[in-house]
């Protein structure tokens, strides 16, 4: 597909996370906070958002490509994600409104680089403690439990984020959503947190996750600070399969504390 051929690609959103215990996907406790309805999670908005890089460039964006998100305002389940790519230099930008409203941007390219040294092995405490500015002090390293990439767990992955590329299954492969799903488990394995939202990723990819393959990953807590009520964290994330093969590396920003909950 050529630059000027980046087009547009519509889904219906679909919220994944309603049984999660991120509260904030509940339709009672995000309108508490001011929303209309749970919040589609935005790693699964990010899914939507890979389509197009998926499509202009093929596997050869899941081995080397890059990627960025920032989410703006919510998407509900029901309406229509609408995602639109432009030309920007030798990548893309990326939108996705929805209900008239600018919901996410981000941008897309290709770009090789060399996977990272000296991410720290750690394992989930048995018992989280509650999610603050001792239990994500910046330095301290985080992990998580695998997420084996079963054949069944891939179909029904792709059905939930409306997937229509037809490569996932004819190559086998697992869907980019998926490595900021375990970049969320970095947070939600490891600290008990209340209702918190995603705010932002920037990846960089360095080979294409497979069906068969176990995920996980290895984290550390680059920052930890308030802004405009909220406590926000931001995560460098290194996402391997099989315990040895560097798929991504991730800067993954959320707001673990929002001001709602630290208010009350």
């Known amino acids: 597909m050529s630059a000027t ?11 994944t996370a309603k049984s999660s215990e991120n509260k904030i996907h509940d339709d009672t406790v995000a309108r508490r906070f001011g929303f209309r309805g749970g919040l589609v999670p935005g790693v699964d908005v990010y899914a939507y958002m890979a389509h197009l890089p998926v499509q202009r460039w093929g596997r050869e964006w899941l081995e080397h490509g890059t990627a960025d998100c920032r989410f ?15 030309p920007s230099g030798a990548g893309m930008a990326l939108q996705v409104t929805s209900q008239g409203e600018l919901c996410a941007t981000g941008t897309a390219a290709l770009l090789a680089s060399v ?11 048995e018992v989280r403690p509650p999610a603050d500015e001792i239990s994500l002090a ?9 997420l084996l990439v079963t054949p069944e767990f891939a179909a ?35 600290v008990v947190l209340g209702p918190w939202i995603h705010v932002g990723s920037g990846i960089e990819n360095f080979a294409a996750a497979r069906v068969g393959d176990e995920l996980a990953a290895r984290a ?5 600070y308030e802004r405009k009520g909220h406590s926000f964290v931001e995560l460098d994330v290194l996402v391997l399969a099989n315990g040895r093969t560097p798929i ?11 001001r709602q909950v630290a208010a009350a």
């Open 5 to 15: 051929q980046l087009g547009s690609y519509s889904v219906a959103a679909y919220n």
């Open 72 to 86: 703006k305002k919510p998407v509900y389940e029901g309406n229509t994600a609408v995602i639109a790519g432009e």
């Open 115 to 125: 996977p990272p040294d000296g991410f720290i092995s750690a394992s989930p405490p």
């Open 138 to 146: 910046v330095d301290t390293w985080l992990g998580t439990r695998p």
């Open 156 to 190: 029904e992955y792709l059905q939930n984020v409306r997937e229509t590329d037809a490569r996932y299954v004819g190559e086998g492969l697992a869907h980019p959503g998926m490595i900021l799903r375990v970049c969320n488990w970095a947070l939600s394995h490891n």
């Open 220 to 224: 550390r807590v680059v920052a930890n």
């Open 248 to 258: 991504a590396r991730v800067a993954h920003t959320a707001i673990y504390r929002p």
